[in-house]
């Protein structure tokens, strides 16, 4: 880093007086950082302090023979003995992380303002946020428990490395250590396990990249392990595996990660550069915030629970359809709001649809139906029994939801995305009965028959659905396709009885022939299959893309595909016709198109595209990939050919894995107390609410500095140059604010609002009121700003310097004192004022407003209301605000989602507005908004 910025002070110091030297420094040079040359911790709060424009010092105690010593006095004058260590006036500040965390609160700005004496630095580029999709920040309790769950596995395989399995746990090792090093825990079984059993336990947030270089470690040895083992070496394979656990073992118990320390060395010999920490150093303590907002526990006055109708304008009696609203923080109280009841959705019903789909495909491996030398029967037993019991559970708490909130239950019935989950209900009783069938002929067709009849009628209410309502393009989901999935699945089931069972099923004198029962169900979902995969096609070419808890609904084009080339079979006259269709060309071309989508899809994690949500619906990918496994599976039996074996036992396994890992979100989701809650809303105007939840976390910081701003210049000793330099600072960061604020009641008065009161006219009309009550207050202090700007600019050539400067210090300390009295007022009037519109009118855009409108009124915020110079000023106090970083990503993603043409102008305001770091961790989420000029850009057409 260039020294311009700073003053780098030498310090040569012995036992006997580096303390009183270090005294010294620290009382000579009112900034002073303690540092190393190689230290990225150092490297990232000298480049902040430049960025601020600090004037300070910098004493490099590697560069000197007694870093001991330095070391061990800091100690004594500071009890810190690691560096960085920040000393202003005498104090000392911490660490980088310790001033990072100060600046996010609002704590160290004024303490740096006397000494913001430069011209800021330019901010510095970042090429990259992270390799692949590892986090910048993970939890370092959590990597250290899957370090022990390692040393664990790896002991074990030791132990029992005569045996013939050990070589596919070895294997299972290397691919955990892969996901590790793709994408941290998230994919990781060991890490999500971890993840499960610390999930009431605070995380120790430690920065990403030293533990992706330790995984990528842990990746070479267990590659060479594996190779040993699969190449009949165990013993040579033990030997590494030793070694792996030796590694392990250090940071399970001494917390010592000899990865992190090779990395630690990599940067001291600049084989990598400092700046890497640079995304976790600045986003550390929005996880922390995150973390504790979500875990804080809130209580609530009784009637945060009970209907409150809004009334209407010389309205006297509440009617059904009036504005009914609950006075309570609507994101607080979801956070608490736990209920097994009012919040099993039917989505619910996906978990043990999935978990019977992997039971079946082991039963398709099991002795009745030889593969590979491996039975899965057991297998197939022990999940079917857990599919079983989990259904059971959740339609006794469905039924009950459907008896106690019968309108949670319509409203799903209804929904054109949620009701396709009522077919995971249906794909489950057939599947539990073709697992049930071998045991109990009759019991097994019963299910068969109930499964079928029920998602033939839900295909019936579907349909008519499309046909008689009228449907907004952009519930064109492909979820839509687990109408036919189901039918596929039917259509396999009473094949199954016809080909396997016909002698003792029950036919009511022979009336009854099951392939042609199968065959009616086969059309219907095939003529489906094609039409719906035909729209969602289309749509998904023009969809925007920007909500993540949809996009797992790809995954049912592969489910559909690979369920094809199964029913197909089942549905055939005899057992011997199957076999014969299983080799003509529509069998094997739908194999081919199931294969084709499961490549496809698969590159959406490639790309990370897809993610795990905290979301029901991630349970389609381990079902569909289970389907698609069977579909692979009975190919091969078909085929027997040495290709399509080892392409059976890779989608098996895969579809193991995935199923595994989904079911360890999912505990941790239950671990963790976010299982049972509402699930999270948001659309195009969630802006609105976002841009509150910033003003939320500024004002009481800002009010604070205020009054610390107002003291200093008042202080004695405070020059009319320092005055003047700390009030033109202090006026710009106001003017952002005062501006936010008229540009977010612009977007409410003109836009927002009047489009919710043509639902009810004459809504609230109070908030008008205190919208013109708060907006004179701003006026005033706008004109007293502008006051001030004029006064500076006509005095900036004044030769008489001194005066000049008295005079302008003179009114800038008029602006302070008049803000010092009032801002507090103003501050709590206003945050009454956002809860108050939250409570009342914008209940209106949650509750009534069809996405089609939501999409025109953030179109016309953006376009309309505000010019680029407006919302320049809100990006950069809205993002900078905002204490969540998933916050930061939503409020871009509802401009993509409502002008998803204008995403690169949205990309090159954020870009001009936002720290690199955050601007790169944005672009994560959203690539689609990476402006012409800079890497992964690409023209919108």
């Known amino acids: 880093m260039a020294s311009n910025y700073y003053v780098e002070v030498p310090l040569d110091v012995d036992a006997s007086n580096a303390t009183d030297k270090v005294k010294e420094v620290v009382a000579t040079h009112p900034v002073v950082v303690f540092s190393k040359t190689t230290c990225p911790f150092c490297f990232e709060l000298k480049r902040t302090l430049n960025t601020m424009g600090v004037e300070y010092a910098v004493v490099e105690v590697d560069k000197s023979a007694s870093m001991a010593a330095i070391q061990k006095a800091l100690g004594e004058v500071s009890n810190i003995t690691t560096v960085p260590n920040l000393f202003v006036a005498g104090k000392s500040y911490g660490g980088c992380v310790d001033v990072k965390a100060r600046l996010f609160h609002g704590k160290l700005q004024t303490v740096l303002a006397p000494y913001q004496t430069k011209v800021p630095a330019p901010e510095e580029e970042l090429k990259r946020h992270s390799l692949f999709y590892f986090p910048e920040t993970v939890n370092g309790n959590a990597v250290r428990l899957a370090s022990f769950f390692t040393f664990v ?469 381990p079902f569909s990939l289970a389907v698609f496994a069977i579909n692979t599976i009975q190919y091969y039996r078909l085929a027997t050919d040495g290709l399509f074996l080892g392409l059976a036992i890779i989608t098996g396994a895969v579809a193991c894995a995935s199923q595994a890992v989904t079911a360890a979100h999912t505990l941790y989701m239950f671990a963790d107390g976010t299982l049972w809650v509402p699930k999270a809303k948001w659309g195009p105007l969630s802006f609105l609410k976002l841009t509150h939840e910033a003003f939320r976390f500024y004002l009481p910081q800002l009010e604070a500095r205020i009054g610390e701003l107002n003291a200093l210049t008042q202080a004695n000793g405070t020059d009319a140059k320092t005055t003047q330099r700390l009030v033109d600072a202090f006026v710009t960061e106001v003017d952002d604010l005062l501006k936010a604020f008229e540009i977010h009641s612009a977007h409410e008065d003109d836009v927002a609002f009047p489009m919710m009161r043509r639902f009810f006219p004459g809504l609230v009309p109070d908030v008008d009121a205190e919208h013109e009550s708060l907006h004179a207050t701003v006026i005033g202090w706008k004109a007293l700003v502008q006051e001030y700007r004029d006064t500076s600019r006509a005095h900036a050539g004044d030769a008489e310097a001194g005066g000049s400067a008295a005079t302008v210090a003179t009114l800038g300390q008029k602006v302070l004192s008049t803000l010092a009295a009032d801002f507090g007022a103003w501050s709590t009037a206003v945050q009454a004022h956002l809860r108050h519109e939250e409570d009342s009118i914008t209940v209106v855009a949650r509750k009534y407003l069809p996405l089609e409108l939501a999409r025109q009124v953030t179109h016309a915020c953006f376009t309309e209301v505000a010019t680029a110079e407006d919302w320049a000023v809100m990006f950069r106090f809205v993002l900078a605000s905002l204490p969540v970083f998933q916050w930061k990503i939503r409020y871009v993603k509802a401009f993509v989602w409502g002008v998803p043409e204008r995403a690169q102008e949205i990309g090159l305001i954020v870009y001009r507005n936002v720290d690199r770091a955050t601007w790169l961790a944005l672009t994560q989420e959203l690539p689609e908004i990476i402006p012409r000029g800079l890497a992964g850009h690409q023209r919108l057409y």
């Open 153 to 621: 596995h790896a002991v074990l395989c030791c132990i029992f490395y005569r045996h013939s399995a050990t070589r596919w746990a070895v294997l299972a090792l290397m691919i955990d250590f892969v996901a590790r090093v793709l994408y941290g825990g998230t994919y990781s079984l060991m890490g999500m396990l971890a993840n499960v059993v610390l999930s009431r336990t605070a995380p120790r947030f430690v920065a990403g990249p030293p533990k992706q270089f330790a995984a990528l470690c842990g990746v070479f040895f267990s590659v060479f392990a594996s190779g040993l083992f699969l190449g009949d070496e165990p013993v040579g394979g033990c030997i590494v595996l030793v070694l792996l656990a030796g590694a392990a073992s250090l940071e399970t118990i001494f917390d010592f990660c000899l990865g992190c320390w090779m990395f630690g060395l990599a940067i001291r010999f600049g084989f990598v550069s400092p700046s890497i920490y640079r995304p976790y150093l600045n986003m550390r303590e929005e996880k922390v915030y995150a973390y504790n907002f979500t875990h804080q526990l809130r209580t609530f006055p009784a009637e945060a629970l009970q209907n409150q109708h809004l009334l209407a304008a010389g309205q006297t009696t509440p009617t059904p359809v009036d504005l009914i609203r609950k006075v309570r923080p609507e994101l607080e109280f979801k956070l608490q709001d736990i209920d097994l009841i009012r919040h099993t959705t039917v989505d619910f019903f996906a978990i043990p649809m999935a978990v019977a789909t992997l039971a079946f495909m082991f039963q398709t491996v099991s002795a009745r139906y030889p593969v590979v030398d491996f039975d899965g029967g057991y297998a197939s037993q022990v999940l079917i029994v857990i599919a079983v019991v989990l259904g059971g559970l959740f339609a006794i708490l469905y039924g009950a939801r459907t008896i106690v909130y019968p309108q949670k239950a319509l409203k799903e019935w209804y929904h054109p995305l949620a009701s396709n989950y009522f077919s995971a209900m249906n794909i489950l009783v057939v599947l539990i009965g073709l697992c049930y069938i071998q045991r109990n002929h009759v019991g097994g067709m019963t299910l068969i028959w109930i499964g079928a009849i029920g998602q033939m009628l839900l295909t019936v209410f579907k349909v008519s659905d499309w046909v008689y309502r009228r449907w907004s393009e952009d519930w064109e989901s492909p979820v839509l396709m687990m109408i036919p999935v189901g039918n596929f699945i039917a259509a396999i089931g009473f094949g199954t009885i016809h080909q396997e069972y016909g002698h003792s099923a029950p036919n009511f004198k022979n009336d009854i022939q099951y392939n042609q029962l199968g065959r009616l169900w086969f059309g219907v979902a095939m003529l489906f299959a094609l039409v719906l995969f035909t729209i969602t096609l289309r749509r998904t070419f023009h969809d925007s893309k920007v909500d993540n808890r949809h996009r797992v609904g790809l995954w049912v084009w592969l489910a559909t595909a690979a369920a094809v080339g199964p029913a197909y079979l089942s549905v055939y006259q005899s057992a011997a016709g199957a076999v014969a269709a299983g080799t003509d060309v529509f069998y094997q071309s739908m194999w081919g198109i199931a294969l084709f989508f499961f490549t496809i899809l698969s590159m959406g994690y490639v790309r990370g595209f897809f993610s795990y949500t905290n979301d029901l619906s991630m349970w389609i990918v």
